[in-house]
């Protein structure tokens, strides 16, 4: 979903990435979060929900991947 996307982008934004990594980071959540929704229902019938509810598993895999 689109708004699920710009909302990912603002709020990177609010932490201080520059717009080139909020961009980038939201997409990378955003389609990761895509492909977990899809595990627990189709991507055909997929919403903007299930995508929010699937951020954190999603985050989570990003920060055990990029250890600060």
Not at 19 to 46: F, I, K, N, S
Request: charged share 10%.
């Amino acid at each position: 979903s689109g708004d699920v996307l710009t909302g990912l982008c603002l709020s990177l934004l609010g932490q201080g990435l520059s717009a080139w990594q909020a961009a980038y980071t939201a997409v990378y959540l955003h389609g990761l979060a895509g492909d977990y929704a899809a595990l627990r229902c189709t991507e055909h019938a997929m919403t903007a929900s299930e995508i929010i509810a699937a951020l954190p598993e999603a985050y989570r895999q990003l920060q055990h991947s990029n250890p600060s």
